[in-house]
């Protein structure tokens, strides 16, 4: 079996994973080229069918879209698309519901999309989607693996999985979907690489990587899926105000979708727009009610509503924000929530003229998180008035 999801190179040094990746991670002589092989994947009716279930996944309906996997894995067997499908509906709704409970699910899902490939380098040559998909299993496997903070397996995985994408280039280069793959690689690349000094030639890598995941929309499945993904980098990165047009646009598209709604929900936060993202998030919350960070968002938007010039009744905005607020930490998000939901509580305060128990929410947040720069400048602003 050349397809195994538990074996690992050994752990060493970060510098040589690169190279002896794309050697030991090498399939043997059973996954083949596909060049004169004719594709399962085009056929109207089976391409309709792998585009109803990305559709479905986005639009947040993830038993049905599993229904669906389970109905075209059925009737075509030899197809990767049905398991990946499987397995990111369990990955978005972890996402969507902030709960990583479905370690099991996810493994087994990958654990069978790797025997299915097995299956399939034995009865006929691997073409371009076969590639594509399973690239993007190795790469949504790393991503997952990264939350657990377990970053040189997310690395393997990664460079995995990229490993397959070019395969899959190499053999029909003309699709966009595999600059999907490359655009977040050379993204966070280059994040990374403005967190750490020693990495200045990277440094351009971002806007490489914007410029490779745009082109991915183009692509023949990747669509809207790579516009999320831009939405994502984008809003949780240094212009997360950026997020705006994308993320509306998607939530046009796919209204019934709790995922793209925070995200969406998040830029309107980014860039003032708190009357918005605070309804926004006040249905969410009796959407996805396990995901708390709902709260969190309600507290954010409503702290800063307080402060809009012709808001009306700023004091029950910021009774309301101190009530999500509180009602966050109560649930003991980690240290890095909790960091943010304390600034944002010391704001309150400021805004309250309470001076002293703001500093105190501003010290409770630097402690919590010592490397939050915002938290560190309001304490800086609150020294430097002599409060």
Known sequence: ?????????????FHWWVPVAFLLLTPSSGLTRGAAAQNPYRPPQVYSQIIKIRDTL?????????????????????????????????????FEQDSFNREKEIQAEFDHLLAVANA??????????????????????????????????????????????SRGHDLEPGPADDQLAWGIFHYYRGYLAQTLSWLPFYANDIVQGLAEIRRAQAGIYTGPIAQLALVFVLGRGYQPERALP????????????????????????????????????????????????????????????????????????????????????????????SSYAHLLLGDLDRQAHNYTQAKLHYQTSLKLNPQYDAAQQRLNRLKGSGL
């Open 1 to 13: 079996m050349f397809f195994n999801s538990r074996s690992r190179p050994p752990r060493g040094s």
């Open 120 to 165: 399939i380098g034995k009865q006929r040559p691997f073409v371009f989607e076969d590639f594509l998909f399973l690239g993007g299993a190795y790469g949504s496997m790393g991503l997952h693996v990264s939350l657990r903070d377990d970053y040189f397996e997310a690395f393997r995985l990664g460079m995995v999985g990229l490993y397959y994408i």
């Open 246 to 337: 994308d993320s509306s646009e998607l939530h046009r598209q796919f209204p019934q979708s709790p995922l793209i709604a925070i995200e969406y929900g998040r830029a309107l936060l980014h860039n003032g727009r708190y009357p918005e993202a605070a309804a926004l998030f006040q249905d969410l919350q009796t959407q996805v009610p396990q995901n708390t960070k709902m709260l969190y968002y309600l507290g954010w938007a409503h702290t800063y509503w307080a402060e809009m010039e012709g808001a009306a009744n700023p004091a029950d905005h910021r009774q309301a924000a101190e009530e999500f607020l509180r009602a966050f930490l109560a649930t003991q998000p980690d240290a890095v929530f």
């Open 58 to 94: 986005l639009a947040g309906d993830y038993l049905k879209a599993r229904v669906r996997c389970d109905a075209l894995e059925k009737a075509h067997p030899d197809l990767l698309a049905p398991s990946l499908g499987r397995l990111l509906s369990w990955h978005a709704q972890m």
